[in-house]
Every structure is written in C-alpha cells, then in structure tokens.
Nanobody, 123 residues
Framework: QVQLVESGGGLVQAGGSLRLSCAAS????????MGWFRQAPGKEREFVAA????????YYTDSVKGRFTISRDNAKNTVYLQMNNLKPEDTAVYYCAAARHITPRREREVDYWGQGTQVTVSS
C-alpha cells in the first residue's frame, strides 16, 4: 500500500501561483512514477502532469504547458506541482497519483490515489 497526502491547495486570484505537495509513505517512493490529475465540478477527472521514477521525463496536458511544473524529491518522498499564472479554469480538486509500472497519464494506469486538495482561482 502507498499512502498519498496532498497539501498546498487554496484560494488564489487569477495570475497567481500555488505549489501543491504530495507526501508518500508505505512503499519505496522511487519505485513509483507519479502524476497529478484534477476534477472540476461537473466534469470528469483529467490528467494534468506526470513524472517518471527518477524525474528525467515529464508530461503535461496542453492547457498547463508553460505554466505548471511537476517535480519530485525522492529523498523526501514528495512530488510537487508548481502552478503559475493560474486561471479560473484551473479551479478543481487536484489529486496525486502513483503508478508502479507506467508514468500515469490515464486513470486506469494509476495504482494509488490521494484524497485530493481544492484549488480555487478567482477572476
């Protein structure tokens, strides 16, 4: 089992920044590729960003490229999502995800989920 705990969400004005953190425990963190997904009200959960086991490779959905940066610190068992130039359409619950065998870009590829953290961007 892997436990994932997100933090760092909140309310921010458009154009502002937030950094989400996801602390992992329970298994060897570097054995898992990590990702961030989000779910806006009334919408399905969608992929946001992912990072490979050692951090060499990163992937982003088109709408956040150039604004969001995913990173990981395997010594701290933590993955981060730096979000800059936030827009109202970024408002959602953000979920941390861990995947043993593939860098997760689809829900079915995820082995473990965090409980989510709310991000609200006001216009």
């Amino acid at each position: 089992q892997v436990q994932l705990v997100e933090s760092g969400g909140g309310l921010v004005q458009a154009g502002g920044s937030l950094r989400l953190s996801c602390a992992a425990s329970g298994r060897t963190f570097s054995d898992y590729a990590m990702g961030w997904f989000r779910q806006a009200p009334g919408k399905e959960r969608e992929f946001v960003a992912a990072i490979s086991w050692g951090g060499q490779y990163t992937y982003y959905t088109d709408s956040v490229k150039g604004r969001f940066t995913i990173s990981r610190d395997n010594a701290k068992n933590t993955v981060y999502l730096q979000m800059n130039n936030l827009k109202p359409e970024d408002t959602a619950v953000y979920y941390c995800a861990a995947a043993r065998h593939i860098t997760p870009r689809r829900e079915r590829e995820v082995d473990y989920w965090g409980q989510g953290t709310q991000v609200t961007v006001s216009s």
